[in-house]
């Protein structure tokens, strides 16, 4: 077992350290590259942009740029929240589902527009193929896509030689979209039909549960949305069939967020840069993976039991996963803010229920969201350069941009506001009337499950404990509103820092007060990501997963 | 927000509509079977998937893992138990199904995912070791030796194709038609 978990592992590094680089290549070309042009997806784009009346010359500065990003998420929350709740008298709902309930539209919409893809609704008997093809698998796109346009709009913020502008926002959305995503989702949803993903729009015979899958599968692991077609997520045969379909969907979770390090490094022209970014990232993953097999591979037993039971936690696991890949996705998936699983959280020892919080709780930067996840690590970087700058008593430069007074507030409510949401969120439901009723599991891993929901929620990860009923008005509301504040409270305040970037020249092209060049910068970057996760959350987790481990 | 709603549209109709659609047609086309649900019909007229474990309860069949659904095996509503091992009522549980198999069958270590209950509880393999417990059971109700079908679960494992990326295992829907070709029943 040890065997196949090592394995695995150093073939999913292997393939993101190689691939990465060539990916993140293509998409730092596809970005940058004009509009217009004679190949047929640039005819496509630019055609798609005229019948949706952008005008792509327009140059945003970061308000408007803001302003779009909001249009974008309040418009998409109130279409897909109507879609819901009128199913019911839609076509394509061969089951003849109910017209969905105006809280639980509200959440999932909130919850697939934020890339959060939280799920209160069960998916095949919930959701009519129609609310799952056309509401749903559109905002899979747009919120991967509008993530990486924010980080290409602080890209142009870094690089920018004293203009306002940030680019255009409909013009970036509609590029990541055309470009790198759905030509990416086509591929891998057509491999995965091939596989036993099922694909068809008619019922399936005696009660069987089938549908449009493998289209929405595809771009709900390539985009970190990680929201199900089924309610068992991607550990139902119909979503991952076996074990092979499993690794390609592992691969595709990481491939795009870690592309875009080495993205990253070729748009600022800093490709060592991009490259420590990755590396930093890849540590992080690989420690809780081990830690979450250390965890998993011992079988827990019960009293009273007068046979030996072998094998590992299999409880809530799938066979054809075994105990490797469901651990090495189960970090994955919490690193990667994707949300999917291929085996049940809850059902993790309390040490391998800790690692996917965690790993959430540091900010969803451990390669996090596509687009999402690399700006809030740079959030992060921005912090580094402005704690080392204060060490070595200079102005803290990044990337030949000054690091001031503006900078360091927005970095700080940005890094701020998820945890704020995620505690504060916490002591709210906890004072939720009749909330351990909504409980699978007693004591501490009870408090477990709620705390997973508001980590989950506040960072935009979306896979549960889902031992929680979060199903209730109460809930739905709650978590609707940490998955908005963790989405715009991080979006918002790193467009702001771009737009003051923007306007500043580039220092004098020296070294000095440069520290990202450095090996110690990365060592500084991932003490303080640690030490601000900890200091944040391990009151909480005392209570929580730690005390769960240390009773049993 | 005018914009926005043109944007939302046109992308609505190019990733929901288009996209579906000619993934459909595709998969359709390209992977019949697969596509739809992997279905196989019985001789008696029964119709199942090969993928979707469904309650078997005669002794002269394999059976799959427990299923936590409501009820087991609900192919229209996955999930597991999310209990946690921590949990006494998941402690009960397992221990008197471990119980139950250490009386019936004379062994010296049970495998977890005889159990424990799967992720979708609709897992349709089972580990090998499995398979080889429940042989005698199924070679006593069928009335033959266990050599016969000790053979039959040999030919029914399969392996990945590299070894390292999962374990080796048997799909019970595909044993037990294998079976029913190969073995009368009583």
Known sequence: MIFSFLIQMIVLVAVLALVGPILGWAIARVMDRPLGGDSLVSKIESGLLRLCGVDPTQEMDWKRYSIAVVQLTAVGIVVLALIQMVQGWLPLNPQGFDNVPFHLALNTAISFVTNTNWQSYGGESTLSYFTQAIGLTPQNFISAAAGIAVLMAFVRGIRSQSSASLGNFWVDTMRAIVWILLPLSIVLSIFLAGNGVVQTLSRGPHGIAVGPAASQVAIKQLGTNGGGFFNANSAHPFENPNATTGLIELAAILLIPAALCFSYGHWVKRKDHGRGLFIVMTVFLVVGMGICYSSERITPSAPGQRSLVVGGNMEGKEMRFGIPQSVIWATATTAASNGSVNAMHDSFRPMGGFVTMAIMALGEVIFGGVGSGLYRMILFAMLTVFVGGLMIGKTPEYLGKKIEANETRWVIIGLIMPSLAVLGGLSIALVIPGISTLLTNPGAHGLSEVLYAVLSAANNNGSAFAGLNANTPGMNTLLGVLMLVGRLAVMLPVLAIAGGLSVKSPGPDTDSAEITRSLLFYVLLGSIIVIVGALTFFPVFVLGPIADALRH | ?186
């Open chain 2, 1 to 186: 927000m005018i914009q926005a709603f043109r944007f939302i549209m046109v992308l609505s109709v190019l990733t929901g509509v288009l996209y579906t659609g000619a993934i459909t047609v595709i998969a359709q086309k390209w992977f019949p079977f697969q596509a739809n649900g992997s279905i196989v019909y019985g001789p008696s007229g029964t119709t199942s998937s090969l993928l979707i474990a469904h309650a078997v309860t005669n002794d002269q069949y394999f059976w799959p893992r427990p299923s936590a659904t409501t009820p087991s095996y609900n192919a229209s509503a996955s999930g597991g138990s999310n209990l946690s091992p921590t949990n006494p009522a998941w402690q009960t549980l397992v221990s008197e199904r471990v119980n139950v198999i250490s009386d019936t069958a004379h062994v010296a270590e049970i495998p977890a995912d005889m159990v424990m209950a799967s992720g979708s509880g609709l897992d349709p393999h089972i580990s090998v070791a499995n398979a080889r417990i429940q042989l005698f059971r199924v070679a006593t109700a069928r009335g033959v030796s266990s050599e016969v079908i000790s053979a039959l679960v040999d030919s029914a494992i399969e392996t990945p194709p590299f070894r390292w990326v999962g374990p080796q295992v048997v799909n019970v829907n595909k044993l037990n038609i294998l079976l029913d070709r190969n073995v009368q029943l009583l």
